[in-house]
C-alpha cells in the first residue's frame, strides 16, 4: 500500500470522526491527537505537525460550516485540506517546451536514479515525445549494463560507453547523437569518492549540458531527511523538479513528501514501484484523497459544490426580490429554497446584506409555506407574474381549486406585500460570502 500505514490511519480517524454523534472541541482535539501521532510516525517533520495542529484546530473551532454542510463534513474537510497543504500548494507538470528537451537526472546512488530516467522515457513516450537516454556513470560499471537493460525492454536508443571514463566526453557525444529528439534523458553517477566529488561532477555536467530541468531523484524511504539531502543538491545546482521513489509500502514516505515540499522544486512525479509504469504524476490534492479514500472526501467536495449551487441560486432570488420586480412566482421560488435550505432569516444571514432583515421573515411557520404553496399552484401563471390582477372573483376560483378559505387566500396576498415591502429596504454589497471564501 502507499505509504506503509500512514493512509490507513488517516482513513481510521476521519472515520472516527465521522462516526462521532456530535464534533465540538473535544473531539477536535481528540482527532488532532490521532492525526499527529500517524504523522510522526510517517516521519513528519514534529513541527509541521505542530503547524498543521494548529491550523486544523483553529479553523475547525472557528469557521462556520456553510448551510447545508454538517459541522463534522466542515472538520473533515479542514482535515483534508491541512492534509494536502502538508504536500505541497498545488500540482506541477513536466512541460517540455523545447526541443531537444535536455533533462539531468541527479541523485544518490540507490535512490532509483537509473530506474526512473527508464521509466519517465517510457512515460513520455506514451505521451507521443520520442526521447533518447544516456549514461554519463563511469563510476559504476553495473550502470552502463542496468541502463541498456532497461531501455532495450522499452525500445528507448542509449547512449554510453562502459570504457570510457570521462563523464563530461559521454555528454557530449551524447548531445551531439541525439540532438533530433524531442527530449534526452542523461542519467549521471550517484556515487564518488566522496560528496564533494560527486557534486563537483554534477555541476560540470550541468555547465557542459546547460540542461532545461534538473531533476532530483529522492529515496522516499528515507523520510525526512530527504530535505537535507535535497538541500545539499539544491546548493550546487538549480534543482528544477523532484521525484520522490520508492512511496510503495514506505513508512517513512509521508515523512519524505512533506518534507521534500518545503525545499522549493515541485515533486512533479512519484515511483510506487519497481515497474517500467510505476511512475505516477503527483498532485498533492488528488494524492490525499485517494490516502483518504477517495469516494468519501470526493462526495463531500461534490457536496460543498452543490452548496455553492444553491447559494447562487439563493443569490439570484434575492437580486430579484430586491430589484422591485418581486412577483409571487418568486415567492414561490422562495418558498422552495427554504424547505430546503431553512428558513428564510437564515439564508439572508449567508448572503452579504446590509440593513435589518424584515421580522415577518422568521414567523411563517412550515405549515404556513405549505399551504401558500398549494394556494400558489391552483394560480394561473398570469396571476403569479402579476399579483395586482388578483381580484375578489378570481380569489374565489383560487381558494376553490386550494380547498381553503377565501381568507387564506387573502392572508397569502398580504404576506406577498409585506415582504415585497420590506424588501425595498434592503441594499445588496458585492458578493464574497462565507461560502466562497471558504472554498478559495
Ligand atoms: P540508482 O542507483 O539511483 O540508479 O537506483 P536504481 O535505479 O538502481 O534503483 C535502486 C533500487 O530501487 C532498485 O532495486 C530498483 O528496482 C528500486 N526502485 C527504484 N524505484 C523504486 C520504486 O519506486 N519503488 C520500489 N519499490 N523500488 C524502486
Redesign the pocket.
Given at each position: 500500500t502507499m505509504l506503509g500505514k500512514l493512509g490507513e490511519k488517516l482513513r481510521k480517524s476521519i472515520k472516527k470522526l465521522a462516526k462521532m454523534p456530535i464534533v465540538d472541541e473535544k473531539v477536535v482535539k481528540e482527532v488532532i491527537k490521532d492525526l499527529q501521532r500517524a504523522l510522526i510516525q510517517a516521519d513528519v517533520n514534529v513541527k509541521l505537525v505542530f503547524k498543521l495542529s494548529k491550523s486544523i484546530e483553529k479553523r475547525a473551532l472557528k469557521e462556520e460550516p456553510p448551510k447545508g454542510i454538517t459541522p463534522k463534513e466542515h472538520v473533515i474537510k479542514i482535515v483534508y485540506e491541512e492534509l494536502t497543504k502538508l504536500l505541497g500548494k498545488k500540482s506541477y507538470k513536466l512541460k517540455i517546451d523545447k526541443k531537444p528537451y535536455k533533462i539531468l537526472f541527479v541523485?544518490?546512488?540507490?535512490?532509483?536514479?537509473?530506474?526512473?530516467v527508464a521509466k519517465l522515457a517510457h512515460y513520455l513516450r506514451l505521451k507521443g515525445y520520442n526521447s533518447a537516454v544516456v549514461c554519463t556513470d563511469t563510476w559504476r560499471t553495473a550502470?552502463y549494463d542496468?541502463l541498456k537493460q532497461l531501455t532495450e525492454e522499452i525500445n528507448v536508443p542509449m547512449y554510453g560507453d562502459p570504457n570510457e571514463d570521462n563523464p563530461i566526453r559521454l555528454a557530449k557525444e551524447g548531445l551531439n547523437k541525439f540532438k533530433n529528439y524531442d527530449v534526452i534523458l542523461f542519467?549521471t553517477a550517484?556515487r564518488h569518492k566522496n560528496e564533494k566529488e560527486l557534486l563537483d561532477e554534477m555541476e560540470m555536467l550541468s555547465k557542459e549540458i546547460n540542461p532545461d530541468e534538473i531533476i532530483l531523484?529522492i529515496d522516499g524511504t528515507i523520510g525526512q531527511q530527504a530535505k537535507s539531502q535535497a538541500k545539499a543538491f539544491s546548493e550546487r545546482v538549480k534543482i528544477g523538479s523532484i521525484i520522490v521513489?520508492?512511496?510503495?509500502?514506505s513508512a517513512k514516505g509521508g515523512g519524505a513528501l512533506s518534507a521534500v515540499s518545503e525545499v522549493g522544486a515541485p515533486i512533479k512525479f512519484?515511483?510506487?514501484?519497481?515497474k517500467i509504469d510505476?511512475l505516477e504524476e503527483f498532485d498533492p490534492a488528488r494524492f490525499m484523497s485517494r490516502l483518504l479514500g477517495m469516494g468519501d472526501i470526493k462526495s463531500l467536495i461534490e457536496k460543498f459544490e452543490r452548496v455553492v449551487e444553491e447559494e447562487d441560486k439563493i443569490s439570484e432570488t434575492v437580486d430579484t426580490m430586491l430589484s422591485g420586480k418581486f412577483t409571487l412566482k418568486d415567492l414561490k421560488t422562495q418558498f422552495e429554497t427554504m424547505k430546503k435550505m431553512g428558513p428564510l432569516k437564515q439564508i439572508l444571514n449567508m448572503l452579504p446584506l446590509a440593513g435589518n432583515i424584515p421580522k415577518n421573515f422568521s414567523k411563517i411557520t412550515e405549515d404556513k409555506i405549505k399551504k401558500y404553496c398549494v394556494i400558489m399552484d391552483s394560480m394561473t401563471e398570469e396571476e403569479l407574474e402579476n399579483p395586482r390582477i388578483i381580484k375578489y372573483s378570481r380569489v374565489k376560483r383560487i381558494a376553490r381549486g386550494a380547498g381553503v378559505r377565501n381568507e387564506d387566500v387573502r392572508e397569502l396576498l398580504r404576506y406577498y406585500k409585506t415582504t415585497k415591502k420590506a424588501l425595498k429596504g434592503f441594499e445588496r454589497r458585492k458578493l464574497g460570502g462565507p461560502i466562497q471564501s471558504i472554498l478559495k
Open positions: 541523485g544518490l546512488q540507490g535512490s532509483g536514479k537509473t530506474t526512473t550502470a542496468q542519467d550517484g531523484v521513489t520508492k512511496l510503495d509500502g512519484i515511483g510506487t514501484g519497481e510505476d
